[in-house]
């Protein structure tokens, strides 16, 4: 959750020695393989962008805020994260749909592949102190196995969110037989389920939640 998982950063012994190593794979990151992407150009805007994107890990993103906020366009915006998802950086979940007339359609949620990446653009690289930051990072982790778990199988992750606000972070979509993933990560004294899970349950009947 803090110093993420590529192994040379893991096996550091020292946060110091673990910032450098990270902060050296990301900065190779942006001079080589995304300058190949904008043919030579200087990678501001799109570092930029990933930092936006790092505060908005498990998050839906709305492209026309991210375009207005960057002062760019919507297609360069979708251009950037086509080559953040392309070179493994990002991944993008999409809505589990069913009434569109009350489900969010169209914006997806955002997830790093290595969460030492996604905290080091937010300058907080091993130190997750807010509660509210540990329990994305940890959605994240969560979001990561499942899909690493289903890439290549007939199944896909999505996420399910009403404009009631009514949530679920992962579904897996097993066609007529979906899958409900609500991540928390607090202490409970009892199991519980959530209003928002509830919610799902009580609206598409799975066999297991």
């Known amino acids: ?65 991210l375009a207005k906020d960057m002062q760019l366009c919507v297609p360069t915006i979708r251009k950037y994260l086509w080559y953040a998802e392309k070179t493994f950086f990002i991944r993008l979940v999409s809505p589990y749909i069913n009434n569109v007339t009350k489900e969010i359609t169209k914006s997806p949620v955002v997830y790093f592949y290595d969460h030492g990446m996604r905290n080091l653009a ?17 959605q994240n982790i969560v979001g990561n196995l499942l899909l690493q778990e289903l890439g290549l199988s007939q199944f896909s992750v999505k996420f399910w969110r009403t404009t009631d606000k009514a949530e679920v972070d992962f579904v897996i979509d097993r ?35």
């Open 122 to 138: 937010l300058s907080c690289f091993g130190n997750l102190q807010n509660s509210v930051d540990q329990g994305f990072a940890f």
């Open 175 to 209: 066609g007529k037989k979906p899958l409900a993933v609500e991540v928390k990560l607090t202490s409970l004294k009892k199991p519980q389920i959530t209003r928002s899970l509830r919610s799902f349950i009580d609206k598409y009947h799975p066999s297991e939640a």
């Open 1 to 65: 959750m803090n110093f993420g998982g590529y192994p040379r950063v893991v096996t550091e012994s020292t946060t110091h020695e673990k910032r450098q190593v990270i902060n050296e794979i990301y900065q190779s990151y942006l001079d080589r393989d995304i300058r190949i992407f904008l043919s030579g150009k200087r990678p501001e805007s799109y570092s930029r962008l990933l930092k936006l994107l790092a505060a908005h890990s498990g998050q839906m993103l709305n492209l026309n805020n």
